[in-house]
């Protein structure tokens, strides 16, 4: 009964690198949502995808960032030419149906840290 | 747009005392409202839930009621364990289910 996976727990990159991070969403979950947490605040809505389809990135930065959920394998965020500014918890979450009334699971997080 | 608001800072008490955790939100419409649960280190774990207005979501003893007339969902328990010290986040679904929270609220039990 696993829950939401997310790989790697911490991941260390220097300026101008690119970070790949993943998630595996719950069993029988096909809506995945990202979210960014900065230092002591709140979560914050980045993008909500389902299989092969983007539904609404409208909390993305528009430059260097990008996601994907394949048909096959994991969901992943992808931050290229990263800068200090990007350091944050990462987390993912999923739902079964996209419905307003359905509770999101969440994984452990990707705390990324740019040297 | 919508979003919501936790009370400042941090809260400190000891062991068996009654916790209040304040929450309101500014929303259109009627928004599905929750309370997260974080402990170190770890993702968050849901709480608790309502649907709609007076509906009471419960769980460890945890309650909140979904209070339209003052926008409200407060967080309440009525004896503290040690092992409820981590933070504390009230949130909304909003359009493709998205989840806004509110600052969170450390929270720390005292034997």
């Known amino acids: 009964n696993a829950g939401v996976m997310q790989n790697p727990r911490h991941l260390v990159r220097r300026r101008g690198q690119e970070a790949r991070l993943r998630c595996s969403p719950m069993?029988?979950?096909?809506?995945v949502y990202w979210y960014r947490q900065l230092p002591e605040e709140g979560l914050k809505f980045m993008v909500y995808?389902?299989?092969?389809?983007?539904?609404?990135e409208s909390g993305m930065p528009k430059e260097r960032f990008s996601a994907e959920f394949p048909k096959e394998g994991p969901s992943i965020l992808r931050i290229q030419q990263v800068v200090r500014g990007d350091s944050a918890a990462y987390f993912c979450?999923?739902?079964?149906?996209?419905?307003?009334?359905?509770?999101?699971?969440f994984g452990d997080g990707t705390r990324l840290s740019i040297l | 747009g919508d979003s919501v608001t936790q009370m400042e800072g941090p809260v400190t008490l000891s062991e068996e005392a009654f916790l209040t955790i304040n929450c309101t939100y500014t929303?259109?419409?009627?928004?599905?409202l929750f309370w997260y649960v974080q402990y170190p280190g770890e993702g968050l774990q849901l709480l608790l839930k309502?649907?709609?207005?007076?509906d009471k979501g419960s769980n460890k003893g945890f309650e909140a009621t979904y209070r339209k007339e003052t926008t409200s969902f407060h967080l309440e328990k009525g004896s503290v364990q040690v092992s409820d010290s981590a933070v504390y986040f009230c949130?909304?679904?909003?359009?493709?289910?998205?989840?806004?929270f509110g600052k969170g609220n450390q929270v720390v039990v005292i034997p």
């Open positions: 979450a999923s739902s079964p149906t996209g419905g307003d009334n359905q509770p999101q699971h």
């Open positions: 069993k029988g979950h096909s809506h």
């Open positions: 995808l389902q299989k092969e389809n983007i539904i609404d």
């Open positions: 929303a259109t419409g009627y928004p599905s």
């Open positions: 309502a649907t709609k207005a007076d």
């Open positions: 949130a909304l679904a909003y359009g493709n289910n998205r989840l806004a």
